[in-house]
């Protein structure tokens, strides 16, 4: 159980109050001790403590802030649900022996709903009511953790009858019979509780001692889609601070990334300036990856490249996060020592941050075309954003063996059927010579394969008619030469070298 109803605010020293519809519904330590109290209307509240900060609630932004705390707990169990009173109530028996014992996984769990800007209040029980009333008594003592069932018997008797809902209605009826605490409410005569207050009151204490069944809860389902918006009290006029918000938004994407088993291919992030009369567009940061990411790792660089070459469009008062793409995260390598740098994953990435930083033409990778004339059916262009590794049928990375690919693109399957080509083709062909009627590139060359007969292009003014050979020096090294059919005296050129 996860009480996250309170935050962080309600216990600063200063005096704060919470306001919905002209009325306080919420106030902390300092604002109670200057006489605001919930109920109290903002002229009363204004005139008793003219220094106390007024907030003007938004239940929108306080669901959205629950709803990353449930993200948070979904790394532990799937079991987690939204309970009343803005409680997470989890099945975590699964999970002790995994995270180190029920002291550890308390300690681990406040820790990453903290992150998400809540203070918790946890308590582990055999029984989901029995946590929920322990961390609601919990206030600022340490986490409670409960295991057997006589023990959590005797912490709840102790416990005051205020603490459940159902009991509030009679509250005044169980103080003039001095029933005080739950130990004294569940010795009473049922039939007589009954009459006097609801069944809804016995059902409850049944409920937190020993129920008859597992509780009937709506377990946390993360949205299909992410989107995030952060409304800035004060307009930021610096980068470094906005990408402070930015990344803030972004612990919230890796939250619903891991809890949805998925990866984000593209997202939009757009800085909202301002508004009314002077408003402006806002600005738009598209960030596409060639490789899909979820951790902080893989998009650290890349977003910081990006935001380093962004205009700066003036004062910003809202940032907005949203994921366009998305993919199923890709299996866990299955090799005992990967090592580092060798996945394809890993050259997509260094790809995204070299494109981040250079820009989208300064990357350049083998584009083929379908044409039968060498120099023009190898050409360099700007790489797409997924493009796909030699070896992988989507660019999704090794085959079950687990064999990385060598970091080059492959061309597209549409260009012509060919023979053997060289792994390095020269700009420009190099003219050769001849000695008694052999080619000569250091030596002379011994034809050993061919003739491949190319004659092409005589509608776009580049007119070629040759028959390519694979020739060897006297040091073994092979070349791909051809012999130009369209001269009146036969000549050679060398066009390619073998690796």
């Not at 300092?30 to 005139?47: I, M, Q, T, Y």
């Not at 250079?358 to 990778?365: K, N, S």
């Not at 080509?421 to 590139?441: C, D, G, Q, S």
């Not at 034809?447 to 050979?469: A, C, M, N, Q, T």
Request: with cysteine; aromatic share 8%.
């Amino acid at each position: 159980m996860l009480d996250a109803c309170r935050t962080r605010w309600l216990d600063e020293p200063h005096a704060w109050a919470l306001l919905e519809r002209d009325r306080v519904v919420a106030a902390n330590a300092g604002a109670r001790e200057l006489g605001v109290e919930p109920g109290l209307r903002r002229s009363g509240a204004d005139a008793l403590a003219p220094q106390a900060c007024l907030i003007e609630r938004d239940r929108r932004a306080e669901q959205a802030l629950f709803d990353q705390a449930a993200l948070a707990t979904l790394a532990y169990t799937p079991y987690s649900a939204q309970y009343e009173d803005h409680t997470l109530l989890m099945e975590v028996q699964a999970s002790l022996r995994l995270f180190g014992g029920p002291r550890r996984l308390l300690r681990r769990l406040q820790a990453d709903v903290a992150a998400c800007g809540v203070q918790a209040r946890a308590a582990m029980a055999p029984t989901a009511h029995g946590a929920w009333l322990l961390a609601r008594h919990a206030g600022r003592r340490p986490a409670r953790h409960v295991l057997q069932r006589a023990t959590l018997a005797r912490r709840l008797d102790a416990l005051p009858c205020a603490l459940l809902p159902q009991a509030r209605a009679v509250q005044d009826w169980l103080e003039g019979i001095a029933c005080a605490n739950l130990g004294q409410l569940r010795r009473l005569p049922r039939a007589g509780l009954a009459r006097r207050s609801s069944p809804a009151l016995l059902h409850a204490l049944d409920q937190a001692y020993q129920p008859d069944g597992p509780p009937a809860l709506a377990w946390f389902v993360p949205p299909a889609r992410y989107q995030a918006r952060a409304e800035l009290i004060e307009r930021l006029e610096h980068l470094q601070a906005v990408q402070a918000v930015i990344e803030r938004l972004l612990q919230g994407l890796y939250r619903w990334l891991a809890a949805s088993r998925l990866a984000v291919r593209s997202l939009l992030i757009e800085l909202e300036h301002e508004r009314g009369r002077h408003a402006r567009a806002p600005t738009t940061l598209h960030l596409a990856l060639a490789e899909p990411a979820w951790r902080h790792e893989h998009l650290q660089g890349p977003l910081q490249e990006h935001c380093s070459r962004l205009p700066w469009g003036g004062p910003v008062a809202g940032v907005r996060l949203r994921t366009l793409e998305l993919a199923e995260q890709p299996a866990v390598c299955g090799q005992l020592f990967p090592e580092p740098g060798s996945a394809p994953a890993d050259y997509r990435r260094l790809l995204d941050l070299l494109r981040a930083r250079l820009g989208p033409e300064g990357v350049l990778g083998p584009q083929g075309r379908a044409d039968h004339r060498p120099e023009q059916a190898n050409l360099w262009g700007p790489l797409p954003p997924q493009a796909a590794l030699p070896g992988t049928a989507s660019g999704r990375g090794p085959g079950p063996a687990g064999a990385a690919a060598p970091p080059s693109l492959a061309f597209p399957a549409s260009l012509p059927a060919a023979g053997e080509r060289p792994f390095w083709l020269l700009a420009e062909p190099i003219p050769l010579a001849l000695h008694r009627h052999k080619p000569v590139y250091g030596t002379p060359l011994t034809l050993l394969r061919g003739p491949e007969r190319i004659e092409s292009g005589w509608w776009s003014g580049h007119y070629v008619k040759r028959d390519y050979f694979i020739a060897q020096d006297a040091g073994a090294a092979r070349y791909w030469i051809f012999r130009e059919r369209r001269l009146e005296a036969a000549r050679w050129f060398l066009h390619g070298l073998f690796g």
